[in-house]
């Protein structure tokens, strides 16, 4: 997708009175309302969008969702921006999970809030909508603000303040993008936690790691636990491991692994010397790793 506006708006500026005018709509899209902004779109005439940051749709929670709108209809409007250069055509900004379930009950149309919307309001009512009425797994939430980031160029900062979240929120959740695919697999499914996976981020087998944590049912702490306790040697020529990292020294790590994309370990020792080691695991991230390293000349 195209930015369609060249004045894109800050974060989070308008997005409470996009919501207001959805709460203010009836539930049964009618033109009695002043200028309600609700008309009532074939369901074939609406698209996904691409861009959704939820990737999975419970079964089950749909049927539910379908049980309902067949008997009290759709509640809320689902809101949708035009297609560009395609007559009656139209992409959802949000409602889903609305639009789905109300094709398994079978309904022929839908109410539908039209909006002219950028492409950053329309990640960003996504993100937003999906928060806070039908949780993302830890996973999508992540993918989602880095969307926002590295599409849009928002800071966590920015992100923190408009999501109504804490910095550091924000910053866990994306150090989770650093984990191996199979790793995120098990955090999306909901066998490992948020918390579990954190305490992998920093760890050279993570993969290893989370198998162990799912077979012996560890919690938190134990996992913590675990990525602390050095490796064996695998040589007999290997170097001893020094003393655990300190808190500053592992934050750091977190927050560079987090900006950066990839997997960062630092050894520091008293004297002020020591090394910081980066893995990429492709040609793009090494590509990135060079630009991020050479962007002050």
């Known amino acids: 997708m195209t930015e369609r506006r060249s004045d894109r708006r800050g974060l989070g500026r308008g997005l409470s009175a996009l919501m207001a005018d959805i709460h203010a709509t009836p539930a049964d899209g009618s033109e009695n309302a002043p200028d309600a902004g609700v008309r009532v779109v074939p369901i074939e005439a609406l698209s ?7 990737r999975s749709f419970s079964e089950a929670a749909l049927q539910e969702l379908a049980a309902s709108i067949r008997e ?3 509640i809320q409007p689902l809101i949708a921006r035009p297609v560009a250069n395609q007559t009656d055509r139209f992409e959802i900004v949000a409602g889903e999970r609305r639009w789905r379930a109300a094709q398994l009950a079978q309904l022929h ?4 809030l039209l909006r002219d919307l950028s492409d950053t309001e329309v990640l960003e009512v996504a993100i937003i909508e999906n928060i806070q009425r039908a949780d993302l797994n830890p996973i999508e939430e992540a993918t989602g603000y880095r969307q926002l980031i590295e599409r849009f160029g928002h800071t966590q900062d920015k992100l ?6 804490s910095r550091s929120h924000i910053a866990n959740l994306m150090r989770l993008l ?4 199979d790793v995120q697999q098990l955090v999306s499914g909901g ?5 579990h996976a954190r305490a992998l981020v920093s760890t050279e087998n993570p993969t290893e790691l989370a198998r162990q944590v799912i077979a012996r049912g560890l919690s938190v702490r134990q996992t913590e636990a675990l990525a602390q306790t050095p490796d064996k040697p695998r040589r007999r020529s ?26 960062v370990s630092i050894d520091h020792h008293p004297g002020g010397e020591g090394r ?7 040609l793009e991230q090494l590509d990135h790793l060079c630009q991020a390293l050479s962007f002050n000349r």
């Open 48 to 54: 996904p969008n691409p861009d959704q940051p939820r």
């Open 72 to 74: 009290r209809g759709i």
């Open 109 to 112: 149309e839908v109410p539908v």
């Open 160 to 165: 923190a303040a408009a999501m109504g979240k």
């Open 178 to 181: 650093t984990l191996p695919a």
């Open 191 to 195: 066998k490992l936690s948020a918390g």
């Open 238 to 263: 290997a170097a001893p491991k020094g003393p655990p990292k300190d808190a500053d020294t592992r934050i750091l790590e977190q927050d560079l692994a987090t900006n950066l994309g990839m997997s």
């Open 276 to 282: 910081m080691i980066i893995r990429y695991k492709s």
